[in-house]
């Protein structure tokens, strides 16, 4: 019998196993999956753009080397390669690649020189400026110092570590399909806590593996796909959009009811921007419902009501007739 | 009068207690809050535990259902149409009036007859209508990459969740009815008997 529960627990677990594995996929998606092909938007400096794109918008490149006096064909490196479409869907698209980068990159071959350049963080164009001020980039940049990744590396770990100003795009406050959002969003972390490499930038850690180091939450795949890193990893600030300040592992959401409960917190982050819609048809957090299901957090008032109500009146009828049993034995007692 | 064989006890304990594990732990899941994160036990602990109970619920209905079919165990569970709703009312009438007044109980248990039409219609309709349903929801949510997202514009999550919360309620409220009823024997305490030691004593022995 032991044998025969082990087998069923174990296959059980095998069809979890498949569709997390599956759903595992998914949660690997790099920004690049979420950019579609055809860009619209036609930029004012698209001539200028375009001679950067020439060779920096592809893997291979081809110029003329002079001293040699031939013509040499090269793979671009992987950092420096800037996809035209993500560019032009991403926040920064209406802008010239030397708005950014020095005059000088447009002369080939670019100076050694330029490599080393400044470059520049949100706060220096986004700060102190009364157009982004509803954005609050100051506090976002306060709270992001206070964050376990700047404290890391102060020096070293700047906004462009998770936000790449060539493709990045504003996400969650626009979104239409939030589990596009979240997987979008998830890729931004697992850029580096997926790729060994870029990890090694910052860590000396021997590995990592998202997937083990999750292994107490239930459902895992099911979470990685409907709740981004930062519900758990982030500390809440309602005044600013997205939180930033990343807390220390040791800090992280790890009690479920966090989540799922009445109060939820993924009112105060995921949802934060649809949460007006307090309630719905009944249900706690109700919009939540529109892109998944919280157990605990979506129970539904009127069914608790009813449930209520329906458990008392079994009580009640229990009850009056342990009373009548009760008199009818103690009457039997008497004429006995 | 030996009513109760050995593999119904044994299954029958065996489905009370996951019953109540997972009556336990449900109620920990759908009423948790912040502040009262050890609502009787805490998610985390609650989840596992439903989990586990829930894939002995299931090894144990599929005992249930093969026990019924080998053996003549399932003859009890069918129900006959002729005079069907008159004995539901007589039964209802004994309970309710009859018994107060020192009727005789309209269909005493008999080899033939282990339940009373009352309790066959809530015994079928409990296991053979809301213990499935209760676990294909269950299934749904244990895996719920496997559940149908939207139905009619619907989450298919909330539905399975709705269904299986429901089903577990009226099962919950079947419980306390069974056990309550399982009072109403010769004495409060010898139906409770009869299913640990399998003889049944009718109120004439």
Redesign the interface.
Known sequence: MKL??FR??SF?SL??LF??T??GSSLFKTENDNVHDTVSFVSRFEADNNRCFKCHGQEKYEYTNETLGKQVKDMMCSERIIHKNEFYSSNHKSFSCTDCHSEEYVKFPHSGTLRMEQKYICLDCHGGDAKFAKYHFEEIDSEYRKSTHFKMEDEGFTCWKCHNPHTYKITVRNSTNLKETIAYDNAICLNCHSDYNRFQLLSDKAEINIIQKHE?L??Q??HFANVRCIECHTKINNNIPVSHQIRPKAEAVR????C????SILMASLYKFESKEQRRDGFFNGII?NA??V??A???EY?NYI?LI??FV??IV?IV?VV??V??KTK?IKEE | MYLYPKWIRAWHVLNAAMFLILIVTGLSMQYTDKGNASYVVGFAKAVRWHNFAAVILILSYILFVTGNLLTNNGRYYRIERKGFLSNLKKQFKYYSIGMFRGEKHPFPVTEERKFNPLQKITYVLAMYVAVPLLIISGIGLLLPEITITTVFGISGLILTDILHITMGFCLSIFMIIHIYTCTLGSKPTSLFRGIITGYHVSEDE
């Open positions: 025969f529960m069923i627990i059980l069809i979890n569709s997390l599956s759903a107490w239930p459902n795949a099911s009690l479920c009811n966090e799922h409960s009445k109060n419902l998944s299901y157990i605990g979506n129970r539904n069914l449930s329906i458990f079994v009580i229990i007739h009548f049993r008199k009818k039997n």
